[in-house]
């Protein structure tokens, strides 16, 4: 009998801590009365477009929450965002091909509307954002477990000027896929 209370609570333990890891691996932050949540982070080789070869691709799965009273306007922008594993991979490229949810903007001094995506309040929208690295990968980014992450964003709230709000996470955990 006390076997099988011991197994419950280390199983409920397990569960208990998978729970909090695929709520937020690195604490959530809030610009403009939206709370930005990375729920997963994975670095893998994957093929960025058509005719290229795999690259070494981050892709960061984040939970977008709007806790304001008027709907806002979110864009990032692609130049000045990226990441580095803490073995000392750059992604500075932000990767369209594999993007959901949220779009980037090369040139953002006119953003088109098609791009801003909306929250209203109250609204959560879960999104995929890339990067992948350009240029050779040495066989130590096998071993990175952790990746720093730099997004700027744009932000237009109720119809407003727009913004340039820049989020950071520093070692946040990571699944890594290259081999």
């Not at 397990?14 to 990375?38: K, N």
């Amino acid at each position: 009998m006390i076997n099988r209370i011991v197994m419950l609570t280390l199983y409920l333990l397990m569960i208990g801590s998978a729970a909090a890891q695929r709520a937020s691996l690195v604490p959530p932050q809030t610009v403009a009365d939206v709370e930005f949540e990375v729920r997963s982070a994975n670095l893998a080789m994957i093929q960025p477009g058509a005719a290229n070869a795999a690259v070494p691709t981050a892709r960061f799965s984040i939970a977008m929450t709007n806790r304001g009273k008027s709907s806002i306007g979110l864009v990032i922008e692609a130049k000045p965002s990226g990441g580095s594993t803490d073995t000392g991979l750059d992604f500075n490229s932000f990767n369209h091909n594999l993007a959901r949810g949220l779009y980037a903007c090369d040139d953002c001094r006119v953003v088109p509307e098609s791009l801003w995506v909306v929250l209203q309040p109250g609204q959560t929208n879960n999104v995929l954002v890339p990067f992948i690295a350009r240029g050779s990968t040495d066989r130590k980014h096998g071993r990175a477990e952790t990746m720093d992450l730099t997004l700027v964003l744009l932000v237009k709230e109720g119809g407003g000027a727009t913004t340039r709000v820049p989020l950071s996470w520093a070692d946040i955990p990571i699944t890594n896929e290259i081999k």
